[in-house]
């Protein structure tokens, strides 16, 4: 096992901003994972409305499985967030871990800008962003005129999108193939179809920067506090590297 901080695995990747790297960072979080361990979840009715998975659907297998490619997918710089053990216990990590089928070093924590990173993401990342031509995929609801940059294009979602805004897996790969883009910074917050578009696009073509930042930019962008780290919950806010020790650590 590789021995990654919290911290440390922050700062690699703004180092990748700071270097002008091209780099993919999908996550699949307690959410996704639930769906890849074939568990029923519904939060449609969750704040702005999120998704649902029903294992005794067959429909819903069809998205089920294309998760499942996108966990699985490999490429150049495309590292794939996963929830550490610290969170979930190690057999659920471990079984994450299995079934990515991914190398160490692709592997990273899928709270990356989250909990105790907030701040950092706030200082040291979101700043970055306006050095990048911006392509975005946010909820319905989000408002962008409080941002410190401008987004070059948006693609919106509503509740259960990784279903609903399916066709954004042929509609955004198709707008950067026939636009020629590269060197773009894309911005994922659409629940688990973020890391089924983000594999998707990357096959097209993978300079640019692919991001799935979650609900990272939910209060910059007007969808509230819709995590406990965005409502400054004392226990999200701790550092990580001291709360969970070495145990946190192993990815």
Request: charged share 25%; with cysteine.
């Amino acid at each position: 096992m590789n021995t990654k901080t919290f911290q440390s695995e922050f700062f690699k990747f703004n180092k990748f901003f700071e270097d002008n790297i091209n780099f993919t960072l999908t996550r699949f979080g307690d959410g996704e994972m639930t769906i890849l361990f074939n568990g029923f979840a519904d939060f449609t009715s969750k704040f702005n409305g999120e998704w649902v998975y029903d294992p005794n659907n067959e429909r819903h297998q069809f998205f089920r499985n294309k998760l499942i490619e996108a966990i699985q997918y490999k490429g150049n710089e495309y590292y794939i967030g996963v929830v550490p053990p610290s969170l979930v216990g190690w057999e659920k990590h471990n079984k994450i871990r299995k079934i990515s089928e991914q190398n160490e070093e692709m592997l990273t924590f899928c709270t990356i800008y989250m909990r105790s990173n907030y701040d950092l993401f706030l200082k040291h990342t979101y700043p970055l962003f306006k050095n990048y031509d911006i392509i975005g995929v946010f909820h319905s609801k989000a408002n962008f005129s409080n941002l410190d940059f401008k987004i070059k294009k948006i693609y919106s979602v509503g509740v259960n999108a990784w279903m609903n805004n399916y066709y954004l897996t042929d509609e955004i790969p198709k707008y950067i193939k026939e636009n020629k883009i590269k060197n773009h910074l894309f911005l994922f917050a659409a629940g688990p179809l973020a890391p089924i578009l983000i594999k998707e696009c990357h096959m097209i073509e993978p300079e640019n920067i692919y991001m799935n930042i979650g609900s990272t930019m939910d209060l910059l962008v007007g969808l509230g506090g819709t995590r406990h780290y965005l409502r400054g919950e004392a226990n999200e806010k701790t550092n990580m590297d001291d709360w969970y020790g070495d145990k946190m650590l192993s990815l």
